[in-house]
C-alpha cells in the first residue's frame, strides 16, 4: 500500500452580482453613514456544480436581508461585512488581527458544542470593503476562516459514489437525504449503514451512534467538483470532529456529496469517498492560527476591483449619483430626513418662466422627482439668458412652448425625472369670455382642476396677480399645499397658503396666538382689492408687461420658494406646521419642530437694504380666493360661480362683502387739526 499523502482541499472563491453592489450603495447611504461597524450578510453555495468545477460562494441582491429564504437545492453561509469608509482605511486594515479574531469566534463555537448543534457555523465568511459611490468602483476581500492543523492525509485512493456503493445503496441514501434535507438545511451530517440501508442524522447524534457500536459515516455537500479534492468546508468540519470527537488522531471514512442535474437526470456519481486519518484536536486549549483569505484574479493574496460605472445603465447610475448629496446630509447633520417624502412629492408649477425654471432646477435638487410645468408662452430671444432651462436654439422659427421645452429640458438633465409639460390657458378674474370661448374656457378649467387633483403642491409662478387667482381657488378648496412666489424690480414675496382643513377653527383668539397653519391668509388676503382687468397686463407699456427685476432675485426667491416647501414637508404637522415669525424653533414641542429650521408663513425680502423679514396673517374672511364665501360657491356652482367672476369685475368684492367694507371705511369720519391748533386730553374742557 502506498504511503499516505497529504489532503488538499479547494479554497472557496467569491462570486457577487450587480444587484449586491446596488444593494450595498443604498445601504452605506441609507443605513451604514460613516459607522465602520460588522454588518450581517449571508450568502448561498451549491454541491450541484459542473465536474471540474471549484468552491463558489454566492452573493446578490438579498445578501443583507436576514429574512430571505435559501433556494432550493443550495445551502446558506452566513457572514459579516465591514465597509470601511476611505480607502487608506480598507488599506490600512490589520488583516491578520482581522482573521483571528473571527477565528476564535468559530473556535469557541466549535468547543461550546454551538457548531455541532448549527453546522451552518462551520462556513462562515467575512468581507471588508471600501465603495467609492462617485465614480461606483468598489475594492473588497474575502475570508473563509479555517484552522491551520496537523496535515490531513489519506490512507486509501479516493474513489466516486459509484465505485465504493451499489446502486441499491445510491438509491437508499438519495432517498434518506431528500428527507432529511426536509427539516434540516445544514450542508452536514452523518450517515448510518446497515444491511445496505441508509439513515441520516444530525451531528449531535455522534455520540448516541458511537455508544450504540457504530462507526458514522461524515457527511457534507461539497461545493467543490474537482476529481481528487474536497471543498473548504471540510477543513472546519474535521476541526470540529478532531476537537468533540477524536481523543486521538482517528480514521474516518467522509463522503464528499455533489448533487447536481446533468441531461435533466440527477447525477449524484462525481460525489467523492475519502478514507483518512483526522488528527485529534482534543487536548488543543489555544485557537489554532487561521488562514482563510481569498487570493485575486492574479492568484496573489490581495484584494479585488470592480468598476461597475462602464457596465451600468446611465439612466440607472444617474438615479444612484444624482441624491448622493442628499443622503450625505443624513450622514452627519440631519439623520432624521425624509428623502422619501421629498421624492414623492408631486410638484405642478404654474408658470415655466424664470421663476418656474429656477424652481424646477431646486426641487430636482432636493431629489423631486414628478415635476409638470403649465404655461401658455413661447420662448422668445430675451429669455435663454435669465430662464435657465432654455438655449438660443429653442427660440427660432417662433420659439417652442415654454412648457414643454422645459419639460424635455429637465429629462436632459436628469433622464430619471418624471416631467412633462402643458400648454394651458389660465381664465382670470376680470377678464370677460365671450360667447365663442365659452367652451374653451370649460375645458381648460376642467384641465387645471385634473392636474391640481394629480399633484401634491402648486406653485404659483405666474407674472400676474389675477393669473393666481384660479389656482388658488381650486389649492384652497381640494386642500392642496400652494406655494407662491412674486418678484418686483429689488423686492419679492415668497408665500405658503393657509392649508385649508376640515377641522373646525376656532372663533376666538389672541393676537399673540401662534397661528396654525390652516388658519393662515393666501396671496390674496391682505387684498382690499379683488385681482381684476385693472391689474392686468393689458393697455401697459413695455416695461410693465414684463417683469423688471435685478437678474439675481429670482434665483434667490425661487430657492427660497423650495426651501420652504421641504422645511413644511420636514415638519412633523406637514402643512398645518404653525407659521414661525423668526425665532428659533427650540423652544417648541418636538411636535411643532421641524429638523429643517424654523417654517415661516410668508418671506418678504428688500434686496436694497438686502433685508428679509417673515410676517405671518390670518386668513381673512373676506378674501376674495379662499373665504369660506368663496370656496362654498366654488364647490356648489362650479363654473357657474367662475364664470360671474371672470366676466364681471366687481362679482368678487360684492360676495365677499369687500365692496361693502369699502363703503363703511369711505363714511368713516377724519379729524383734520392744524399743527398750531393744541389738543385737549381726555376729560379737560
Known sequence: MAAPIQLQFAPFSSVLDGGFWHTLSQKKLDVFGLAEEEQELHGFYSNGGLLGSSCRTNLDFSAFDSKAKTPARLFRTNGSILNTNTLDSFKSLDKKLYLDKHGKELWNDICSGDAEKNPSLLVKFHLITFANLKKYVFHYWFTFPTFVTEPVKHVSPTKTFSEKYSNSQLESFLISYDEFRQTN???????????????????TAYSTLTSQGMKPILVFCDPC???????????????????????????????????????????????????????????TEQCPSCVGWEKNQYQKLGPRTVDLSASMDPTKLAESSVDLNLKLMRWRLLPDLNLDKIANTRCLLLGAGTLGCNVARNLMGWGVRTITFVDNAKISYSNPVRQSLFVFEDCVNGGKPKAQAAAEALRRIFPGVKSSGVTLSIPMPGHA???????QTKADVAHLERL??????????????????????????????VMNAALGFDTFLVIRHGLKSDKLKPKDYSLLDTITGDQLGCYFCNDVVAPGDVSSTKDRTLDQQCTVSRPGISMMVSALAVELLVSVLQHPLGGEAPADTGCCNEHLPSEQASSLGIVPHQ????????????????????????????????????????????????????????????EESDNIEVWDFSDDEPIEAPGES
Request: glycine letters at 6%.
Open 603 to 662: 418671506m418678504r425680502g428688500f434686496l436694497s437694504r438686502f433685508h428679509t423679514v417673515l410676517p405671518a396673517s390670518r386668513a381673512f374672511e373676506c378674501c376674495t380666493a379662499c373665504s369660506e364665501i368663496v370656496l362654498n360657491a366654488y364647490q356648489t356652482d362650479g363654473f357657474d360661480f367662475l364664470i360671474k367672476a371672470f366676466n364681471d369685475p366687481n362679482y368678487l368684492e360684492e360676495l365677499t362683502g369687500l365692496k361693502k367694507l369699502q
Open 185 to 203: 438545511t445544514d450542508g452536514f451530517f452523518l450517515l448510518k449503514n446497515v444491511e445496505g440501508k441508509s439513515e441520516l442524522f444530525s451531528l
Open 452 to 481: 391640481i387633483d394629480e399633484h401634491d403642491v402648486v406653485f404659483l409662478l405666474m407674472d400676474t396677480r389675477e393669473a393666481r387667482w384660479l389656482p388658488t381657488v381650486m389649492g384652497a378648496s381640494k386642500q392642496k399645499l
Open 225 to 283: 467538483c474537482l476529481e481528487k479534492h474536497p471543498g473548504w468546508p471540510l477543513r472546519n468540519f474535521l476541526a470540529l470532529a478532531g476537537k468533540l470527537w477524536f481523543q486521538e488522531d482517528t480514521e474516518v471514512e467522509v463522503i464528499c456529496f455533489r448533487d447536481r442535474i446533468s441531461d435533466g437526470k440527477r447525477d449524484v456519481s462525481h460525489s467523492l469517498v475519502l478514507h483518512i486519518l483526522v488528527p485529534t484536536l482534543h487536548k
Open 433 to 439: 369670455i365671450s360667447d365663442n370661448s365659452i367652451e
